[in-house]
């Protein structure tokens, strides 16, 4: 995507590193005053029931921010993560019921996941198609296609194994929470101390130069894609494990919920700019939310409203210590 | 807008001693740089004021706030006698005051006509008069000798091109002050001198113009009067009859350097890099070589298709015919990992375009193209990255807060310095420079020089672009003169005269 | 097949619409009527659904089978399309009068089914129909859901003084969000004894959220409509109860009747084609099984 | 890379009109090709009753798209416009059921449209948040200020002469057919023939440039985001018109097909490039997918697919087009 000459004003140059620190901490101060907020206004939020329910709710938008994440830093958008999510909600649960063994039933779902993501790659890199338009055509036909194969119902899924995983804990914490982890690690890793990572921001910032310095544009970009595409494919995975059902239409709207985590996370759509915590915080500050307003028993539409104000606030602050730095 | 205004005064009037613009204790501050530090400045009704400084002296800072582009700190600004604000462009264009900015900043959709007439549109019963703006636009181009349509987009220009657009527009808006940042940088000598007739038209009728250039030549000969920055304060202003490019030199950097343009003799080695006829969009059986510890300049008008050559020897974009030879090896350049595999560096001509990550840190630009040599197992080695960046910044003296400062808060000349740094290391046989030295000072420019002299005594060889024939002229040891793609000279160390070269390029 | 009669649901999504279908599509069989099966993919799609119903006009068919996905919004349209086509109306109602026949639910009176049921289970464990319940609607704005909710409130306030309503939740139309919904609930109200789930897909959620807290004990959920999956709870008694519909009945009987009236033969105006409350004790009867697991392949 | 003249000043003049014209020229070719094939598959076509029903359908995202286009061509994104078009249904109903004139009430809905996109533009230009923020806010927000005002029901409007409007026509015309000429024609003049839209097209290609050259590009971007949401919220009183009913949510996800017309009617997301005309015709492009598959009888849900699959195949083609030209 093209570097836009963004009208930015007056930065003054500061540590990369200090700023992305000062930036989840105040997202980790924002989480914790409603960790705060609630333990003193219910007696019910801060019982490791509750928390558990908390880690699991938020645990999904949680990794496909992630996934999205690397796309957003590449300059990009995917807009079809949860229809990804969906759709391999139908692909995993025909395998389980059409008997395939639950490991490969997963390890075939990714795959498609991968498959997705690099048809993505495809149509930004090869058909030049920007990637809006492309996650958005695959968001609809991939619905199209979900629902074909079952014909538009519900699959529901007996394994018990399998649906019983997302119900399930290890060493207290609930499995769901376990897979953030297990996705968060390398990806960490991957964005925070590789190359690979280096070449992400790069190729978010100016592709041209990344170019010329001898990075592999096309590769990067169908790596982010096939990652985020990936992500989506585990959650997809995590959720007819949740709901025991695959059904095309479930996940609908999450890519928002996803790209809200994500620059809420202090991903800037522009490009170049993004953490992998950021968007695991981002998540679950959302998830707080609607938690926090459950509990308090507000009108759920009220919840809406409250995401919406909320998602202002936190963004203008950010954008706020951003100018000032 | 009236094509050319004509001066208030007929007959144009002599420089005067009133001033038209006083800078009381200007001052500006960006948060962790102070660019401006209390300057006090006056400019003269109808002269052409120079100002001249290091890289990040403060000269565009300057600019900016004199056109309301970045509010100041503090100080006041008085025109004509009154106090102004200042605050908005709008604010600077209606007073009379435009400018010619260092980085061309035009809407590349729009057309030409559109760019040229952009807030100042001519209309009809609220509709535009497209095709009469176009005509009136081409009116303007063609009496300035711009030989250039009016009706294209802009994005079909070359930068040099766009830059004459962009003067051509601030000419023409009642400008009574005028203001260059660098405008012949992307420039050709052809077109400088089209520049230069208009501004001394414009001072003859009157208006002041305000020239910032890292080119002593230019300020010589169009300047009345020079002023200097240094670190943000103004160190002096003189009488351009006063004063002689070595008083100015130490002015600016606080000592004095010998010589420019250095050259070691460094005795040539074995062949590099051998082109054979190649061909490619933009260039046509172009040949040549370049040997161990020699430089070969390719020097030719914008558009000559220099650029278009050595990107497609990179392998940026495909060679449909001919042969390159890699120290005696026939080789296949497919894409640019395939050229930095084998050893060869690429600072290209567009530093915002091509060179640099602009949101990026300095250190992540200069290590960019070393990442797997930084790379211990999966991860980056913290302290590799670190040291390397920092080496450069020290060597190249590159003025920057850290290396984690993002590249667009570098001024001009030390983002150039960054697109070469990140080369200097990587340990490459054949370096590419694409118009290294648009934009930096003097003192920077010696010192490139002289790490071109260290490259080429390790044993590397150069191929050196450049649009300002002194560079290639002095240093040299080979070079082609290219004109509408294609090869038309080629000459041995300083062994024809600058006229020779300059009608080859032409081709007149 | 020569007739064609096309069927309009709600949501093609759902599997209670897929049950209409599989009905329509029997009867066309039996028939020999093409059925069409259309229908927007959102019960809140009221536009969709219109925009469907304009297109089904145009194809000129024998006669249009349709399911109002809200009351008011289709009234005009319906009024519109009968001028050329004849229109049965089944599983919820519309502002017009121009039905030739209409198959339906009183959801009305399916939200007091629900209420009865969610009573009775509660009575049954704590002894007295009394205690804190929460009701979730799939969506808002959708026309049967709201008439569920009015019956079980109004049912509630009437019978039964002794149970609260502590919680009124609207989800966002997908199982997940039932599910995030009760597991919250289920922590905000820890005495909190029935919930009612007024369709197939919060059921769904909710269920999950009741077994996956083990909280079947405590927690009597009533839920709407059926699949296997819910019958499986109902079994293992994660959910005390069901509130059925016959959809097999109307999308059959709908097609059947539309073809009769097609042909200018007199057919019923109304027919109530019954809500049942089905529990872990009477699922076995062949009633019940015969609605549990209607004939959808 | 285009063309090339290698002596300065014989750059062949490319007329940016002519691009557009040619490009909604073919936009015109798939339309009728369309036309002419559904004329020969069904016998139901191309029959009146349904070129008004088809006429009708389009209608509403065409003026949406329209709107989106000004926005889009800022180099912004306003994914509010579906829950505007939802959130203004509540207005109007409330307005009209609660005996307010219509023309009044019609008039007060509009102008909570411009409140709303003056809000946007606020964000952007005062907050400094990023478009796709800002707007994905409101987009939240409104849903549950629409849902709150209705306590989450439906409000039906007994206004018999207020709905039965869209049902109308007009010389031959469904009603809601002309109001895509009431808006689209002012918006030619506005973007192709005024100064106005041409300071559009320069704050989307450089707002910096723009700027120095005196452009209130401020003004630019608030006028953007108002003139799209006052198009929302024209549709939403359409849409109250055709439902005869005000609920929050009825148009959900229209931002996407909003944007997806205008995108397919060659709008670039990167700013700068885009007509009156293209959008309309996107609109009315995707509204013939829907209408012939459902004439044809094919399974809805393969509509998704075609949808999706003609987006890559038109937005290809576009882009192969200009990279040529
Ligand atoms: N937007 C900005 N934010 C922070 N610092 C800035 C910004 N713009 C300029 N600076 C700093 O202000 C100082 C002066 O920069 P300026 O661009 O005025 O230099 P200059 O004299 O024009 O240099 P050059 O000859 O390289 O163009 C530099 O240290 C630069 O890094
Ligand atoms: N007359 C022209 N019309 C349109 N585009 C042009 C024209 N001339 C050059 N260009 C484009 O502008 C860019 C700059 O020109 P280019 O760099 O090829 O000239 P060069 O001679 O190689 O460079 P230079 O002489 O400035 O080093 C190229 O991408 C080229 O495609
Ligand atoms: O009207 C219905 C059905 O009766 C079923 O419960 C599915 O959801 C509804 O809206
Ligand atoms: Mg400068
Ligand atoms: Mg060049």
């Given at each position: 995507?093209?570097?836009?000459?963004?009208?930015?004003?007056?930065?003054?140059?500061?540590?990369?590193?200090?700023?992305?620190?000062?930036?989840?901490?105040?997202?980790?101060?924002?989480?914790?005053?409603?960790?705060?907020?609630?333990?003193?206004?219910?007696?019910?939020?801060?019982?490791?029931?509750?928390?558990?329910?908390?880690?699991?709710?938020?645990?999904?938008?949680?990794?496909?921010?992630?996934?999205?994440?690397?796309?957003?830093?590449?300059?990009?958008?995917?807009?079809?993560?949860?229809?990804?999510?969906?759709?391999?909600?139908?692909?995993?649960?025909?395998?389980?019921?059409?008997?395939?063994?639950?490991?490969?039933?997963?390890?075939?779902?990714?795959?498609?996941?991968?498959?997705?993501?690099?048809?993505?790659?495809?149509?930004?890199?090869?058909?030049?198609?920007?990637?809006?338009?492309?996650?958005?055509?695959?968001?609809?036909?991939?619905?199209?296609?979900?629902?074909?194969?079952?014909?538009?119902?519900?699959?529901?899924?007996?394994?018990?194994?399998?649906?019983?995983?997302?119900?399930?804990?290890?060493?207290?914490?609930?499995?769901?929470?376990?897979?953030?982890?297990?996705?968060?690690?390398?990806?960490?890793?991957?964005?925070?101390?590789?190359?690979?990572?280096?070449?992400?921001?790069?190729?978010?910032?100016?592709?041209?130069?990344?170019?010329?310095?001898?990075?592999?544009?096309?590769?990067?970009?169908?790596?982010?894609?096939?990652?985020?595409?990936?992500?989506?494919?585990?959650?997809?995975?995590?959720?007819?494990?949740?709901?025991?059902?695959?059904?095309?239409?479930?996940?609908?709207?999450?890519?928002?919920?996803?790209?809200?985590?994500?620059?809420?996370?202090?991903?800037?759509?522009?490009?170049?700019?993004?953490?992998?915590?950021?968007?695991?915080?981002?998540?679950?500050?959302?998830?707080?939310?609607?938690?926090?307003?459950?509990?308090?028993?507000?009108?759920?539409?009220?919840?809406?409203?409250?995401?919406?104000?909320?998602?202002?606030?936190?963004?203008?602050?950010?954008?706020?210590?951003?100018?000032?730095r | 807008m009236n094509a050319l205004n004509v001066a208030e005064a007929a007959g144009g009037i002599a420089p005067s001693s009133v001033p038209i613009l006083e800078l009381r204790k200007l001052d500006k501050r960006f948060t962790g740089t102070h660019a401006l530090k209390s300057v006090d400045l006056s400019f003269r009704r109808g002269e052409i004021h120079a100002i001249v400084g290091e890289n990040g002296a403060g000269k565009s800072t300057l600019i900016k706030l004199l056109t309301g582009v970045h509010p100041r700190t503090s100080g006041e600004l008085v025109w004509l006698g009154a106090t102004v604000p200042l605050s908005t462009p709008h604010e600077a264009i209606a007073l009379g005051i435009n400018a010619v900015h260092q980085e061309v900043v035009l809407c590349p959709h729009l057309t030409v006509a559109a760019n040229m007439f952009l807030g100042d549109e001519e209309v009809r019963y609220g509709l535009l008069k497209n095709r009469q703006m176009v005509a009136d636009a081409q009116k303007v181009l063609d009496e300035l000798g711009f030989n250039l349509p009016a009706g294209v987009l802009l994005s079909d220009l070359t930068i040099g091109q766009q830059q004459l657009i962009a003067t051509a527009r601030a000419a023409t808006r009642g400008t009574k002050f005028l203001i260059f940042d660098e405008p012949t940088a992307y420039l050709t000598r052809q077109e400088a001198a089209q520049l230069f007739a208009l501004i001394r038209r414009l001072k003859a009728e009157g208006v002041t113009i305000v020239y910032i250039s890292h080119r002593m030549e230019e300020v010589f000969e169009l300047a009345d009067r020079v002023s200097v920055l240094r670190d943000g304060q103004l160190v002096g202003t003189r009488d351009i009859d006063a004063t002689d490019e070595n008083e100015l030199i130490a002015m600016m950097i606080n000592r004095s350097i010998e010589q420019v343009y250095h050259k070691d003799t460094i005795p040539l080695g074995a062949t590099l890099i051998e082109a054979k006829n190649l061909s490619g969009e933009g260039f046509e059986d172009i040949s040549l070589s370049v040997r161990a510890g020699e430089i070969v300049g390719l020097y030719g008008l914008i558009g000559a298709g220099r650029s278009e050559f050595v990107t497609s020897l990179f392998g940026r974009h495909p060679i449909k015919s001919g042969e390159v030879v890699w120290e005696g090896r026939p080789v296949r350049i497919r894409n640019e990992r395939d050229a930095i595999n084998l050893g060869i560096a690429l600072a290209p001509e567009s530093r915002r375009d091509q060179g640099l990550c602009l949101n990026l840190g300095v250190g992540h630009n200069i290590n960019l193209p070393v990442y797997d040599r930084l790379t211990k197992g999966v991860t980056i080695s913290a302290r590799m990255e670190k040291e390397h960046a920092d080496r450069q910044i020290q060597d190249l003296r590159i003025k920057t807060q850290s290396r984690n400062a993002l590249a667009l808060s570098l001024s001009g000349g030390n983002q150039q310095k960054i697109v070469i740094g990140k080369w200097l290391n990587h340990g490459a046989k054949l370096f590419i420079f694409d118009e290294p030295t648009v934009g930096v000072d003097v003192g920077t420019k010696a010192e490139i020089y002289r790490l071109f002299s260290a490259l080429l005594a390790k044993g590397a060889g150069i191929i050196l672009i450049s649009s300002y024939l002194p560079e290639v002229y002095e240093l040299a040891d080979q070079f082609h003169v290219f004109r509408a793609g294609r090869q038309v000279a080629t000459h041995g160390f300083k062994a024809v005269s600058h006229e020779q070269i300059l009608s080859e390029a032409i081709g007149v | 097949a020569e007739v064609t009669i096309p069927i309009i649901v709600k949501d093609t999504t759902s599997f209670y619409w897929q049950i209409v279908l599989a009905g329509a599509r029997a009867a066309g069989k039996d028939l020999n009527v093409n059925v069409p099966e259309l229908g927007a993919q959102s019960e809140a799609d009221i536009n969709g659904q219109i925009t469907i119903l304009e297109n089904a006009v145009a194809g000129k068919p024998a006669a249009i089978v349709i399911s109002p996905t809200q009351?008011?919004?289709?009234?005009?349209?319906?009024?519109?399309?009968?001028?050329?086509?004849?229109?049965?109306?089944?599983?919820?109602?519309?502002?017009?009068?121009?039905?030739?026949?209409?198959?339906?639910?009183?959801?009305?009176?399916?939200?007091?089914?629900?209420?009865?049921?969610?009573?009775?289970?509660?009575?049954?464990?704590?002894?007295?129909?009394?205690?804190?319940?929460?009701?979730?609607?799939?969506?808002?704005?959708?026309?049967?859901?709201?008439?569920?909710?009015?019956?079980?409130?109004?049912?509630?306030?009437?019978?039964?003084?002794?149970?609260?309503?502590?919680?009124?939740?609207?989800?966002?139309?997908?199982?997940?969000?039932?599910?995030?919904?009760?597991?919250?609930l289920l922590t905000a109200f820890p005495n909190l004894r029935g919930i009612f789930a007024s369709n197939l897909i919060q059921a769904q959620g909710a269920g999950q959220a009741v077994a996956e807290n083990k909280a079947q004990d405590k927690v009597k959920l009533v839920g709407f409509d059926s699949d296997d999956k819910l019958v499986k709870f109902l079994g293992d008694g994660v959910i005390a109860a069901l509130v059925v519909q016959d959809p097999y009945r109307m999308g059959y009987d709908g097609v059947k009747t539309a073809l009769a009236a097609s042909k200018g033969e007199k057919v019923a105006p109304f027919v109530d084609t019954g809500a049942n409350l089905i529990t872990t004790a009477n699922m076995k009867e062949p009633r019940s099984q015969e609605l549990l697991n209607p004939k959808v392949k």
């Amino acid at each position: 995507m093209s570097q836009k000459t963004t009208t930015q004003g007056e930065i003054a140059p500061r540590r990369k590193l200090n700023f992305n620190n000062l930036l989840s901490l105040s997202l980790v101060a924002v989480l914790l005053l409603m960790f705060i907020l609630l333990s003193i206004a219910t007696t019910t939020f801060a019982t490791p029931g509750n928390i558990s329910n908390l880690a699991r709710q938020g645990a999904m938008i949680a990794i496909l921010a992630v996934g999205e994440t690397f796309v957003i830093i590449t300059a990009g958008i995917d807009l079809s993560v949860g229809a990804i999510v969906g759709f391999t909600t139908v692909i995993v649960s025909l395998l389980i019921e059409g008997g395939v063994p639950v490991p490969i039933a997963i390890t075939i779902t990714l795959l498609v996941g991968v498959a997705i993501g690099a048809f993505h790659g495809f149509g930004i890199v090869r058909m030049g198609l920007p990637p809006f338009i492309i996650t958005l055509a695959t968001l609809t036909a991939l619905q199209g296609v979900g629902l074909l194969i079952t014909n538009g119902s519900t699959i529901n899924i007996t394994n018990d194994d399998f649906t019983g995983f997302s119900r399930g804990e290890f060493l207290g914490i609930p499995n769901l929470f376990w897979i953030v982890i297990v996705v968060a690690v390398p990806a960490v890793i991957y964005l925070h101390f590789s190359k690979y990572g280096r070449y992400l921001y790069a190729v978010g910032s100016n592709p041209e130069a990344a170019r010329l310095s001898g990075v592999n544009v096309r590769g990067v970009i169908y790596t982010a894609y096939i990652l985020s595409a990936l992500c989506a494919a585990v959650v997809g995975v995590m959720l007819a494990s949740r709901t025991g059902t695959g059904n095309a239409t479930q996940a609908n709207g999450w890519e928002l919920q996803a790209i809200a985590s994500s620059v809420i996370g202090g991903t800037s759509l522009f490009g170049a700019v993004g953490t992998v915590w950021g968007p695991l915080l981002g998540a679950f500050i959302l998830a707080t939310i609607r938690n926090g307003a459950n509990l308090l028993n507000v009108n759920s539409f009220w919840q809406y409203i409250i995401t919406g104000g909320l998602i202002i606030i936190i963004v203008y602050f950010d954008q706020l210590r951003r100018r000032k730095r | 807008m009236n094509a050319l205004n004509v001066a208030e005064a007929a007959g144009g009037i002599a420089p005067s001693s009133v001033p038209i613009l006083e800078l009381r204790k200007l001052d500006k501050r960006f948060t962790g740089t102070h660019a401006l530090k209390s300057v006090d400045l006056s400019f003269r009704r109808g002269e052409i004021h120079a100002i001249v400084g290091e890289n990040g002296a403060g000269k565009s800072t300057l600019i900016k706030l004199l056109t309301g582009v970045h509010p100041r700190t503090s100080g006041e600004l008085v025109w004509l006698g009154a106090t102004v604000p200042l605050s908005t462009p709008h604010e600077a264009i209606a007073l009379g005051i435009n400018a010619v900015h260092q980085e061309v900043v035009l809407c590349p959709h729009l057309t030409v006509a559109a760019n040229m007439f952009l807030g100042d549109e001519e209309v009809r019963y609220g509709l535009l008069k497209n095709r009469q703006m176009v005509a009136d636009a081409q009116k303007v181009l063609d009496e300035l000798g711009f030989n250039l349509p009016a009706g294209v987009l802009l994005s079909d220009l070359t930068i040099g091109q766009q830059q004459l657009i962009a003067t051509a527009r601030a000419a023409t808006r009642g400008t009574k002050f005028l203001i260059f940042d660098e405008p012949t940088a992307y420039l050709t000598r052809q077109e400088a001198a089209q520049l230069f007739a208009l501004i001394r038209r414009l001072k003859a009728e009157g208006v002041t113009i305000v020239y910032i250039s890292h080119r002593m030549e230019e300020v010589f000969e169009l300047a009345d009067r020079v002023s200097v920055l240094r670190d943000g304060q103004l160190v002096g202003t003189r009488d351009i009859d006063a004063t002689d490019e070595n008083e100015l030199i130490a002015m600016m950097i606080n000592r004095s350097i010998e010589q420019v343009y250095h050259k070691d003799t460094i005795p040539l080695g074995a062949t590099l890099i051998e082109a054979k006829n190649l061909s490619g969009e933009g260039f046509e059986d172009i040949s040549l070589s370049v040997r161990a510890g020699e430089i070969v300049g390719l020097y030719g008008l914008i558009g000559a298709g220099r650029s278009e050559f050595v990107t497609s020897l990179f392998g940026r974009h495909p060679i449909k015919s001919g042969e390159v030879v890699w120290e005696g090896r026939p080789v296949r350049i497919r894409n640019e990992r395939d050229a930095i595999n084998l050893g060869i560096a690429l600072a290209p001509e567009s530093r915002r375009d091509q060179g640099l990550c602009l949101n990026l840190g300095v250190g992540h630009n200069i290590n960019l193209p070393v990442y797997d040599r930084l790379t211990k197992g999966v991860t980056i080695s913290a302290r590799m990255e670190k040291e390397h960046a920092d080496r450069q910044i020290q060597d190249l003296r590159i003025k920057t807060q850290s290396r984690n400062a993002l590249a667009l808060s570098l001024s001009g000349g030390n983002q150039q310095k960054i697109v070469i740094g990140k080369w200097l290391n990587h340990g490459a046989k054949l370096f590419i420079f694409d118009e290294p030295t648009v934009g930096v000072d003097v003192g920077t420019k010696a010192e490139i020089y002289r790490l071109f002299s260290a490259l080429l005594a390790k044993g590397a060889g150069i191929i050196l672009i450049s649009s300002y024939l002194p560079e290639v002229y002095e240093l040299a040891d080979q070079f082609h003169v290219f004109r509408a793609g294609r090869q038309v000279a080629t000459h041995g160390f300083k062994a024809v005269s600058h006229e020779q070269i300059l009608s080859e390029a032409i081709g007149v | 097949a020569e007739v064609t009669i096309p069927i309009i649901v709600k949501d093609t999504t759902s599997f209670y619409w897929q049950i209409v279908l599989a009905g329509a599509r029997a009867a066309g069989k039996d028939l020999n009527v093409n059925v069409p099966e259309l229908g927007a993919q959102s019960e809140a799609d009221i536009n969709g659904q219109i925009t469907i119903l304009e297109n089904a006009v145009a194809g000129k068919p024998a006669a249009i089978v349709i399911s109002p996905t809200q009351r008011a919004a289709l009234g005009k349209p319906i009024d519109e399309a009968a001028k050329s086509v004849k229109i049965i109306g089944i599983d919820s109602a519309a502002d017009s009068k121009a039905f030739t026949s209409f198959l339906t639910t009183d959801n009305v009176q399916g939200g007091r089914i629900a209420a009865d049921g969610l009573a009775a289970a509660i009575a049954e464990k704590y002894g007295k129909p009394e205690g804190e319940v929460a009701l979730i609607t799939h969506l808002p704005g959708v026309g049967s859901l709201d008439e569920r909710a009015k019956g079980f409130k109004e049912e509630l306030a009437a019978k039964y003084p002794g149970i609260k309503l502590v919680a009124d939740k609207v989800s966002d139309g997908t199982a997940n969000g039932g599910l995030n919904i009760t597991t919250d609930l289920l922590t905000a109200f820890p005495n909190l004894r029935g919930i009612f789930a007024s369709n197939l897909i919060q059921a769904q959620g909710a269920g999950q959220a009741v077994a996956e807290n083990k909280a079947q004990d405590k927690v009597k959920l009533v839920g709407f409509d059926s699949d296997d999956k819910l019958v499986k709870f109902l079994g293992d008694g994660v959910i005390a109860a069901l509130v059925v519909q016959d959809p097999y009945r109307m999308g059959y009987d709908g097609v059947k009747t539309a073809l009769a009236a097609s042909k200018g033969e007199k057919v019923a105006p109304f027919v109530d084609t019954g809500a049942n409350l089905i529990t872990t004790a009477n699922m076995k009867e062949p009633r019940s099984q015969e609605l549990l697991n209607p004939k959808v392949k």
